[in-house]
């Protein structure tokens, strides 16, 4: 059974940062799978911020590029995400999620089949 434990989150002001962290058990990096994270802001959709297919590449939304950097160590089984310069828009609740490419692609919350709890990132301006 995968599970998947997002820790880092908070609050900061607008241009701080902070690193997410997701802890994977039954879950194994390998070739071909994906893994991401998602945010969900109130009242609005869940949306791909940054994802890994693994042995491919990785993927930034646009309104993150440049700012968010994603990483997986494979040893320790952990995924992250490094955020910086951070923005009220920033402002959601973030999750860790592991799946499979739908589309042939790793940006489609479909292919995702396993979620962490998530963790609240609030920026003030």
């Known amino acids: 059974q995968v599970q998947l434990v997002e820790s880092g989150g908070g609050s900061v002001q607008a241009g701080g940062s902070l690193r997410l962290s997701c802890a994977a058990s039954?879950?194994?990096?390998?070739?071909?799978?994906?893994v991401g994270w998602f945010r969900q802001a109130p009242e609005k959709e869940r949306e791909a911020v940054a994802t890994?297919?693994?042995?491919?590449?990785?993927y930034y939304a646009d309104s993150v590029m440049g700012r968010f950097s994603i990483s997986q160590d494979n040893r320790k089984n952990m995924l992250y995400l490094a955020m910086n310069s951070l923005k009220p828009e920033d402002t959601a609740r973030y999750y860790c999620?592991?799946?499979?490419?739908?589309?042939?692609?790793?940006?489609?919350?479909?292919?995702?089949?396993?979620w962490g709890q998530g963790t609240q990132v609030t920026v003030s301006s």
């Open positions: 039954g879950f194994t990096y390998s070739r071909g799978y994906c």
């Open positions: 890994i297919y693994i042995g491919e590449g990785t």
């Open positions: 999620a592991a799946g499979r490419p739908y589309g042939g692609t790793c940006r489609n919350i479909r292919g995702y089949t396993n």
